[in-house]
């Protein structure tokens, strides 16, 4: 396997024959030019070029300057003449890797070229890398035709390109990191880097540290200074999951983050500035911990820049026959299954089935399922789903605390119309009667859609 190409450029046909010939036995492709008119083309397929400064025509620097504006991506290395070292530097300038200087050994010149090529296949493999990132996280490869997730789209595309905090809601496994992948695979940021901080794995002892880095001898342990994950995100992007789960004296450092761009180590009074745009989400009602005391109010304002809620899978069930054949055609491939298409029989299984799981639950049902099968389609019975939780079963002797069928919270939404008819639509009589303060009644009001003013609202409160 060749170790890569190179392409020489040299006047002298001795010389370039000879540096050809030495690189091709320590396995590299190698062509020649001896102008660089003539080496321009090559260029196009080389990793490497390596190039005098004095050329006939046009010069080395002149012929680095036009790779450069023709976006020809390669290592270049320079060869100047002894005394010429200031040329040299003006073709590092430009963007050459490296330079050797006439006379120089051939085995100087094959450890600099080994170099340089490894440093452009990693560059390369990096762009592979990028590319394939953008690929997964386009709006057409996150999958979801139903209108809610058209409007998430809308929304990602509208705040990709700012600097805005967003934060995402919705149940575990609905795809909210996906979601926020997104988000940083369209903005300025794309190239920068993107630091996922699960809030509930941190044990609390240690989230101070983690987020914010720490000195040398801050804590028993601490035998050199660490940064936190806000240092590594510099100048990209801070994914905070589960941010509901942060305890409150760290929520005072995540303002002044968001606040002031500011931050210091643990153990250190030394302010650092940082460049870090947030993305949270949670799977929790942060306004309701709003209520209880758990999380800050001046901390949720300053997350809740741009809001954007995840419907669970059970409420967009049109997303399933898409979100199921993707994974499929997906996790095939990666398995070596046979299967290849999902029966309509076993698209029937999936739409009846609730997903408490969401879409990380179906994904695992169709690996499992295709880990399984044994014909070239999922029939139903090949759709092995989990069995739901069982529920304790009640006492003989005992009254079920909810009529049968009935869920605790429709029979919420039912308490609280009942309530609003008592107090004629007052709705700080009707927060009296239900034992709950206006604020959580208005919350609750507008999760059931009623906001103030709504037609529904009106009929109840027999003002229509």
């Given at each position: ?12 046909d001795?010389?370039?024959r000879?540096?050809?010939l030495?690189?091709e ?5 190698v062509?020649?030019?001896s ?12 990793n490497?070029v ?11 620097l002149?012929?680095?300057q ?11 290395i320079?060869?100047?003449?002894h ?14 890797a ?7 050994s ?6 600099i ?5 490894a ?5 390369a ?7 394939e ?7 057409g ?7 809610a997730?058209?409007e998430?789209?809308?929304t990602v595309e ?10 995402i809601?919705?149940e575990?496994?609905v795809?909210?990191?996906m979601?926020?992948?997104?988000i940083h ?5 794309r ?9 509930t ?5 240690l ?5 914010f880095g720490y000195?040398k001898?801050?804590?028993t342990g ?10 590594q995100?510099?100048?990209?992007t801070?994914?905070?999951?589960e941010?509901?789960d ?5 929520q ?8 002031e ?8 009074n ?6 870090v745009?947030?993305i949270?989400?949670t799977?929790v ?5 709003l209520?209880?005391?758990r999380?800050?109010e001046?901390l ?12 669970p899978?059970r409420?967009?069930?049109?997303d399933i026959p ?6 499929v055609?997906?996790l095939s ?7 290849k298409e999902?029966?309509?029989?076993a698209m029937d299984?999936l ?9 990380r639950?179906l994904?695992?049902t169709?690996e499992?399922s295709?880990?399984?099968?044994s ?6 019975a ?10 304790p ?5 005992q009254?079920?605390l ?6 605790l ?9 009942e309530?609003?008819?008592r ?33 529904e609202?009106a ?6």
């Amino acid at each position: 396997m060749s170790a890569g190409r190179i392409l020489i450029v040299e006047d002298e046909d001795k010389l370039r024959r000879v540096i050809q010939l030495h690189l091709e036995s320590a396995g590299f492709e190698v062509d020649g030019a001896s102008t660089a008119e003539q080496a321009l083309p090559l260029a196009t397929i080389a990793n490497v070029v390596i190039t005098d400064l004095r050329l006939p025509g046009m010069s080395g620097l002149e012929f680095i300057q036009q790779l450069q504006s023709r976006g020809i991506q390669v290592g270049i290395i320079v060869m100047t003449a002894h005394g010429s070292v200031d040329a040299a530097v003006e073709a590092m300038k430009l963007g050459a890797a490296d330079f050797v200087q006439k006379p120089f050994s051939l085995d100087q010149l094959t450890a600099i070229a080994e170099k340089v090529m490894a440093v452009q296949s990693l560059r390369a493999e990096n762009q592979r890398m990028r590319e394939e990132l953008d690929h997964r996280y386009q709006f057409g490869n996150i999958i979801g035709r139903s209108s809610a997730m058209r409007e998430i789209f809308h929304t990602v595309e509208r705040v990709a390109p700012t600097r805005a905090t967003v934060l995402i809601a919705g149940e575990s496994g609905v795809g909210k990191d996906m979601i926020a992948r997104a988000i940083h695979q369209h903005s300025p940021r794309r190239n920068k880097p993107y630091v996922k901080i699960n809030c509930t794995s941190i044990p609390e002892n240690l989230m101070e540290s983690e987020l914010f880095g720490y000195e040398k001898g801050a804590f028993t342990g601490a035998t050199a200074s660490k940064p936190g994950k806000f240092e590594q995100a510099d100048g990209g992007t801070a994914f905070l999951d589960e941010i509901g789960d942060v305890p409150g004296n760290i929520q005072v450092k995540l303002l002044r983050i968001l606040q002031e761009r500011q931050f210091e180590r643990l153990g250190s009074n030394v302010t650092r500035n940082v460049d870090v745009r947030v993305i949270a989400a949670t799977n929790v009602d942060l306004r309701a911990a709003l209520e209880q005391g758990r999380f800050r109010e001046d901390l949720y304002y300053r997350l809740n820049v741009v809001p954007i809620s995840v419907p669970p899978l059970r409420e967009r069930m049109e997303d399933i026959p898409f979100l199921a054949m993707h994974f499929v055609k997906k996790l095939s491939a990666e398995l070596g299954s046979v299967a290849k298409e999902i029966s309509p029989a076993a698209m029937d299984r999936l739409l009846t089935h609730r997903w408490p799981g969401n879409v990380r639950e179906l994904e695992n049902t169709i690996e499992r399922s295709l880990v399984l099968a044994s014909g070239e389609m999922l029939e139903a019975a090949d759709i092995r789903i989990e069995a739901p939780r069982s529920t304790p079963a009640i006492s003989a002797g005992q009254t079920p605390l909810l009529p049968e069928g009935e869920t605790l919270e429709h029979w919420e939404q039912m308490m609280i119309r009942e309530a609003l008819r008592r107090a004629n639509g007052n709705k700080s009589q009707a927060a009296r009667l239900l034992g709950m303060t206006r604020n959580a009644l208005r919350y609750r009001l507008s999760q059931m859609g009623l906001d103030s003013g709504t037609p529904e609202e009106a009929e109840i409160s027999g003002l229509k």
